[in-house]
């Protein structure tokens, strides 16, 4: 089982910026594709972004254009770039490996003036 943990989570403004960061726990972290997820109050989980083990992004469209997955396979991290955020981004995000059920805590993020 690989352990994720998600920091980078805050309030911010509409229109600004937030970059989330996940570190996984595995020495074998560059051959799995991972997500973000995210749950708004009242809501269920959804699909955020992903990213191939070889890098490849993939997007929600509510999010396709503001946000950026990247991912660190020298560090074991994987990323989200936040931009034009709007009050309905409001969220707890998560990542995961994909095909598994290995989810990190979550972390919040809050659009708000």
């Known amino acids: 089982q690989v352990q994720l943990v998600e920091s980078g989570g805050g309030t911010v403004q509409p229109g600004g910026s937030r970059r989330l960061s996940c570190a996984a726990s595995t ?7 991972m997500g973000w997820y995210r749950q708004a109050p009242g809501k269920q989980r959804e699909w955020v972004a992903s990213i191939t083990s070889n890098g490849s992004p993939d997007y929600a469209d509510s999010v396709k254009g503001r946000f950026t997955i990247s991912r660190d396979n020298t560090k074991n991290t994987v990323a989200l770039q936040m931009n034009s955020l709007k009050p309905e981004d409001t969220a707890l995000y ?8 290995d989810w990190g805590q979550g972390t919040q993020v809050s659009v708000s003036p």
């Open 94 to 101: 998560f990542c995961r490996v994909l095909g598994t059920t």
């Open 27 to 33: 020495g074998v972290f560059s051959i799995f594709a």
